[in-house]
């Protein structure tokens, strides 16, 4: 079983990404940790501890994480496409809500790695502050951890928030260059150039809903996001980020990547939250260190697993 821990901020494509880790029977889910993001982590807190209660997992610590970036003041949210309550408006309709842990989320994750036999994989499906706070104040608990899986970044997409920059990068700028140049854990960025290309139609969503209750819950949630991407792309369908992500830190090797440098733009111009990745390839590395960036992947394979893992018994 992979031991897991996912960072967050529900977030309609988060709460897909929970149901299937929740769901996987590879996967030893051992912390839930929120951070600002979608909307802000009061929010973000409650709705994971509702989520964790719809997919029969009390038992999972819900720790409650950073409110803002490591450096600046930023009140990025992204409630017109996630909701006001982050969940399409249909939050309270989840839950009841677990009970938070006493530990933040920092205090969790270090916790869960003193306590690890083995490598833990952190997935980061919201901007990177949480992670990049635990590099600084555990330094020495790095090596237990095996690897991060970040949905993030864009390498020629360009990007959702600005025309350089993705939404969890633009979060929190100087945490994500913190992790993807400055930290040792084996990295896979799984950027909007992939994510973009797994989308899910309103008629996949329809049929969803009528497998189970947990897909129902989730189809339910789809309002404002699907209305968003249809605004801007034409088509009824989404792009559920972060389950893409959470897929493939539980069967690694669903997505094919590539080792190359990828440093973040901290600077204020336009290219702010920009993440540049040296296509050159791994030997291309000035500073920094290369990560696998995920380029591609069996999109009709990655929608069946998907559909095949939310409508599973738990
Ligand atoms: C990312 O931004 C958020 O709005 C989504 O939840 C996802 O993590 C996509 O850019
Ligand atoms: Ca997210």
Redesign the pocket.
Known sequence: MTPLIIDT?P?V??AFALAVACLAPEVDLLAVTTVH??VGVEQTTENARRLLGTFGRPDVPVGRGADRPLVYLLDQR?DD??GDDGLGGKALDFGPPVDESPLRAVALMASVLEQATEPVTIAA??PYTNIATLLSARPDLESRIGRFVL?GGSVAYGG?VTAAA???VWGDPEAARRILAGSRVPTTLVP?DLTMRITLSADWLDDLARTSPIGAALSSTRDAYLAAYSARFGTPAIAV??AVAVLEAIVPGTVRTMPVPVDVDTSFGPGRGATIADMRGAEAVVMGRPVDVALDADATFVRAELRRRLCAER
């Open positions: 901020d977030g494509d988060d993001g979608n992204a496409v996630h499906i919201g949905m959702n993705e939404f969890n909007l980020h972060d």
